[in-house]
């Protein structure tokens, strides 16, 4: 069965610092998200993607962060100028035609010093 | 927004029991309502789904309610197996947009 894949599977990064964080999503999908996921906490929308542009964001999205398909597999997310909140897990979904179900990638585990 | 609040937050059931999860939702236009399953350091893996034009879904020991009146939707797991345990979190996809409000989470122990 396809799967969502995402890497690394821990990115440590010192504050300030620009992290990127990457996704393959399954390949017929259509619609990409990122989620978060802060420890104990529930999962939350940060981005969706579609047509290669931006289709919903949360009010999380702000200026630091940036989503990018820059070829026809990879789905990236850029948090720039880290803070030590960012630390979560973050989780990569895609979803085909319709926009439902998403698939979830495993995450990646994100720790800012 | 949508708002999804998710009840209990911690279940433990003895092993062939039911265990039921319930959550609410406030968006009366939301159409879409899955339920993750999420084990230890893994993805949300999608368990089963029910759109808002139906009432209920079953899929063997897993079933989805669905009370557009009431806006709330509940998992039931019959026949509970060790392997149930993990966390199980319900969602919303609101009218407006394909992006999930999810709830709290669940954490269920399932007690051979």
């Known amino acids: 069965e396809p799967e969502v894949t995402q890497t690394p599977s821990h990115q440590v990064t010192q504050m300030g610092q620009e992290v990127i964080l990457r996704c393959v999503p399954i390949?017929?999908?259509?619609?990409f998200y990122w989620y978060r996921q802060i420890l104990g906490q529930k999962v939350e929308f940060l981005v969706s993607?579609?047509?290669?542009?931006?289709?919903?964001k949360s009010e999380i999205f702000d200026d630091q962060f940036s989503v990018e398909r820059p070829d026809g597999s990879n789905f990236t997310l850029k948090i720039r100028s880290t803070k030590l909140e960012d630390s979560a897990m973050y989780f990569c979904?895609?979803?085909?035609?319709?926009?439902?179900?998403?698939?979830f990638g495993d995450g990646t585990r994100l720790s800012i010093l | 927004g949508e708002n999804v609040e998710q009840h209990p937050s911690t279940l433990s059931v003895q092993e062939g029991d039911s265990a039921v999860i319930k959550c609410t939702y406030s968006d009366s236009a939301s159409n879409y309502f899955p339920w993750y399953k999420q084990e230890l350091g893994k993805r949300p893996q999608l368990i089963i789904d029910?759109?808002?034009?139906?009432g209920e879904k079953k899929d063997q020991r897993i079933a989805v309610t669905l009370n557009k009146t009431a806006k709330h939707f509940s998992l039931h797991i019959t026949e509970t197996q060790p392997e149930d345990s993990a966390v199980y979190f319900c969602?919303?996809?609101?009218?407006?947009?394909?992006?999930?409000?999810f709830g709290t989470g669940t954490s269920l122990t399932v007690i051979p």
């Open positions: 979904a895609s979803s085909g035609q319709g926009a439902m179900p998403q698939h």
């Open positions: 390949s017929n999908h259509l619609y």
């Open positions: 969602a919303a996809r609101p009218s407006t947009g394909n992006q999930f409000y």
């Open positions: 993607f579609y047509n290669n542009e931006i289709s919903e």
């Open positions: 029910i759109r808002s034009n139906v």
